[in-house]
């Protein structure tokens, strides 16, 4: 298994159909919350952080995202790893504030 952190994207019409996707995608286990989108449109975006197998069928792992969506009435819009892309010496350094103790900010 090959584990990595994802955060996949939902749209939703409205507040309410909003909130019942993030209660089931929280009572699945992923963490999910829901903010209006910035475009003024009344859409709803729901973020949810959940682990991605990379051992898993990709078309298998999105079907899910996609048939939570449809259930409440909104679309899946992808998402992205968490992971960051850094070098040895940024890595070392992170490394380094976090045994200090220090904010990375």
Same mark, same amino acid.
């Given at each position: $298994?090959?584990? %990595? ?8 019409? /409205?507040?309410?159909?909003? /909130? ?14 829901? /903010?209006?989108?910035? %475009?003024? *449109? ?7 952080? =959940? ?21 409440? !009435? !909104?679309?899946? *819009? !992808?998402? #992205? =790893?968490?992971? $960051? ?11 380094? $504030?976090?045994? #200090? !103790?220090? *904010?990375?900010?």
């Amino acid at each position: $298994m090959s584990l %990595e952190p994802y955060t996949v994207f939902f749209y939703f019409p /409205d507040k309410s159909r909003a /909130d019942a996707a993030v209660a089931e995608l929280n009572k699945q286990g992923h963490l999910a919350a829901a /903010d209006e989108s910035v %475009e003024g *449109d009344g859409k709803w975006l729901v973020r949810a952080a =959940t682990p991605r197998d990379w051992d898993q069928d990709p078309h298998q792992w999105y079907s899910q995202w996609e048939a939570l969506a449809e259930r409440h !009435g !909104g679309i899946c *819009d !992808g998402g #992205e =790893t968490g992971w $960051m892309f850094i070098d040895e010496d940024q890595l070392a350094e992170l490394r380094e $504030m976090f045994k #200090e !103790g220090e *904010d990375p900010d």
